[in-house]
């Protein structure tokens, strides 16, 4: 498990910060019942191949809307993803079209710490950043929804 927040302030009150360029995000919620947590003694049911599939659809939907809105995020700096994986990082990758040589990997070395991956790596790879590298974070959560986020460094 982990944590993780952000101080989010006006970029004319703090120019010295980085840069939220814009997101897109969906909601696939007829896929709500794919993961299911109950109480401590029964333990959560996953449907892990649904969520995959349908998972990867609404990444799919959310780039290519993002795509028609002007948005070209083909050749970001670095693709900070929600790690599980390897399996679903080579979805995602082959879903979008990214290459994966951007994609920083740490599922390998801290496992599936599930939604938490995102801003782990992204406070990882931080000091590798430099002024001006465009950062996709993306991510997907059961329920079904996913959220992509550029932020300019």
């Not at 082959?94 to 599936?112: D, L």
């Not at 991510?139 to 460094?153: F, M, R, Y």
Request: charged share 20%.
């Amino acid at each position: 498990s982990g944590a993780a927040a952000a101080v989010i302030g006006r970029a004319d009150r703090h120019p010295e910060g980085h840069r939220i360029v814009g997101s897109v995000s969906r909601a696939g919620t007829e896929h709500r019942n794919l993961c299911i947590g109950g109480e401590a003694d029964q333990g959560m049911n996953t449907d892990a191949e649904g969520l995959l599939k349908h998972g990867l659809e609404l990444v799919a939907q959310a780039w290519e809307q993002a795509h028609q809105d002007g948005w070209e995020w083909n050749d970001m700096t670095s693709y900070v993803t929600h790690q599980i994986s390897n399996a679903h990082t080579n979805a995602i990758i082959e879903a979008v079209g990214i290459k994966r040589e951007r994609i920083p990997m740490t599922f390998p070395k801290w496992g599936n710490v599930a939604a938490a991956a995102l801003p782990m790596t992204l406070a990882e790879c931080a000091p590798t950043y430099k002024e001006g590298d465009r950062i996709l974070c993306m991510g997907v959560g059961s329920g079904l929804n996913t959220a992509l986020l550029e932020i300019q460094w």
